[in-house]
């Protein structure tokens, strides 16, 4: 950090296990990567290159090879990998990755219908090779799934090889966990919340206030996911108390009292 200011919450440095954040790309160009990368580079974990994008992105390769030599883990998004699924087409989805050089993978079922134990069983087959994404929810506004569902999901899918389970919001951040208007469920995530660590769930917060919601749940180490590229540093504020909304989430009481915050 540029200077020294006390009664911030201590972040672990890269490879965090907590904490993290995940970056969408969208389609960046390379040269926009490597200014996200000279400014953002120490604050991002991992980077998933949103949806179908990686398709019709101009010199992917060039851009994953960036990103890994930053230290990043990054995956192709999980529509894609549906739509290979949906095509019969898993073994051209493995070389795919294998082409890509890429040293993650997400497997997701949030546009198809797809059995519980067969998206298991594609977890295990790509956690033998790459860092494994799960993603539960669906993408489709009003369905509703079981809070009880969710958590068996969860728990069977880092079970069957997933590194970190994602909780399913879209880029728009208004479906699955969270209400047509952006507001979290709140009583479906402290039921998810009561089975599943916490550390092992990244939350896709793409709004701000899902991500100041998050913070205060939870501390400045929550999972935070579907990130703007240029929301990386604004969040990392958030995280450490230094932005309003957070400003008195981490002080110690003493402080809160003298400023008047009690």
Known sequence: M?????????????????GL???MDKGLSVRQVEDFLSASSELTDIIKLGFGTSYVTKNIEQKIKLYKEA???????????????VRNMFDDYMKLLDKLK????????????MPHDKKCEYINKLSKNFTVFSEVGSKEAGIIIHPAKWTVMMNKELQAGSWKVIAEARESGNVGIYRANGTAHTL????????????????????????????????SDTN????AYDD?????????GLRGDTFFSFLPKELKQTSGAE
Request: net charge positive.
């Open 21 to 23: 954040t995940m970056m």
């Open 2 to 18: 540029n200077f020294t200011l006390p009664y911030l919450p201590e972040r672990q440095e890269k490879p965090r296990k907590k």
């Open 102 to 113: 890429l040293n993650a993978a997400e497997v997701s079922d949030g546009s198809i219908v």
């Open 188 to 219: 479906l995530i402290n039921k998810i919340l009561a089975k599943v660590d916490k550390d092992n769930i990244i939350w896709e917060a793409p709004q701000k206030p899902q991500q100041v919601w998050f913070l205060k749940l939870l501390g």
């Open 71 to 85: 230290g990043m883990k990054i995956y192709l998004g999980g529509t894609l990998f549906e739509a290979f699924i």
């Open 224 to 227: 935070l996911g579907n990130i």
């Open 232 to 240: 990386v540093i604004p969040l990392e504020t958030l995280r450490l």
